[in-house]
């Protein structure tokens, strides 16, 4: 199963590893799942990862850690395409990263723009709890 995880469940793992997004990033580790995300996902993970306001929340050392597992293991996506679907702009490379990267699923937990899209080109959005029925093959 190829996923791309958004920033937020990214970060939310981080925060709370026994969560479902937690769980998410122990399968990507397990290499249960083929994690596939882009320079411009990276990009946006290291400004977020760089915010002040979750040094209470994130050890450096967690952050460091999970930008050498990704780039140790994740696949990259190239020649990402122009795609203007979220209501947000600064959503439009994660669901360009899922379909440059030919991703089952993108895991999100942006309730408002990017769930709210159901797909992108063919490729399901699906919450963290939902990857994981997915994955455990329980599927609603």
Do not use: C, W
């Amino acid at each position: 199963m190829r996923l791309v995880l958004d920033t937020n469940i990214l970060v939310s793992a981080l925060i709370s590893a026994s969560g479902p997004p937690g769980q998410l990033l122990a399968a990507v580790r397990d290499r249960r799942v083929i994690l596939v995300t882009s320079e411009e996902q990276l990009a946006e993970l290291r400004d977020v990862l760089s915010r002040p306001r979750l040094r209470p929340y994130i050890r450096s050392a967690d952050a460091e850690d999970l930008l050498a597992t990704i780039d140790a293991i994740a696949v990259m996506a190239h020649d990402l395409p122009e795609i203007a679907l979220s209501p947000d702009p600064k959503d439009n490379p994660i669901l360009a990263t899922a379909v440059a990267g030919e991703a089952d699923f993108l895991v999100s937990g942006d309730k408002a723009d990017v769930l709210a899209l159901g797909s992108v080109r063919g490729i399901e959005i699906v919450t963290a709890a939902n990857a994981l029925r997915r994955l455990a093959g329980t599927a609603d």
